[in-house]
Every structure is written in C-alpha cells, then in structure tokens.
C-alpha cells in the first residue's frame, strides 16, 4: 500500500527533463554536424593522399628516372584509373563518384637537381578542391596536404 502512492513522476519532474533535452539536443546535433564536416574533410585529403601513393606506384613501375633534372611529368586522374592503380574516388561531400573520364585532377611530379621525385597534388571534387589558386602553381604538395588547403570551387 505505501508504494502505491510513489509510483510514476510529477507533471514538474516530466516538464523539467523535456526542457533539459530541448537545451542539450542542439548543442549535440551542431557538435555531431562539425564533426561529419570533419570528416568528410579529412576524406577527401585521403583521397589525395590515395592519387599519391597511385602515383608513386606509377613511377616505380615505369620507371621515371628518365626525367631530366628540373623538369617534370603530368599524370592524371583519368590515367592512374586507366592503368588500374586507382579505383574511381568518391566525393565525400556529396556521394558521388568522380568520372574518371572528365575529371581534370592530376599529380604533377617534378625531378629536382639532387634527382629527388618531389608530389603535388590538385585534386578536384565536385563542390571543393584540393588546389590553390595560384597560376604559377596550383598543386599542392604532398607534404602540405590538409584540410586547411581545401576550397570551394
């Protein structure tokens, strides 16, 4: 009989925790949409980083030594597809693959006087790019990939 009269919660107490999730619930769904954005991000410096390693693959096996010093060689997305070093990448920002067919991203590789093979990277996504801005230079290299260089297109 005594716990008859204790069961079940106030109409105040029901009031008082629909209020405390309508305060938490945006702050979870802004910090859960940041960290999609970062991930997403970081995916698509990944799939840089995945146009590199295809590269470096393409060179080892072709053996690009016969670059002169200070000079340089263009391979393209639609190349590193062709010769079956890279799958077709997927935008990570909206889904879509990228056609290998059209796309115009590329790995430039130039020879340095030491003979050292040096990697940028310009990597065009539907709705963002791995590339700056620049004329002289629009790669970026390997070693600066970030999500700090990526921009809308």
Request: glycine share 6%; hydrophobic share 40%.
């Amino acid at each position: 009989m005594l716990l008859r009269g204790n069961s079940g919660m106030t109409l105040i107490e029901l009031l008082a925790v629909i209020v405390i999730f309508g305060v938490v619930s945006p702050i979870v769904v802004i910090a859960v949409l940041q960290l999609i954005e970062k991930s997403k991000e970081r995916a698509f410096v990944s799939d840089a980083y995945a146009l590199y390693e295809a590269a470096r693959l393409y060179v080892g096996a072709e053996k690009v030594e016969f670059l002169p010093a200070r000079s340089s060689a263009l391979l393209t997305y639609r190349q590193l597809v062709e010769e079956g070093l890279l799958h077709p990448l997927q935008d990570p920002f909206t889904g879509n693959v990228l056609p290998w067919e059209t796309n115009p991203s590329y790995v430039l590789i130039t020879k340095g006087e030491d003979g050292s093979l040096n990697y940028s990277i310009c990597l065009k996504g539907e709705t963002k790019q791995l590339c700056t801005y620049s004329d002289t230079s629009p790669e970026v290299p390997v070693e600066a990939l970030s999500v700090e260089q990526i921009h809308d297109q």
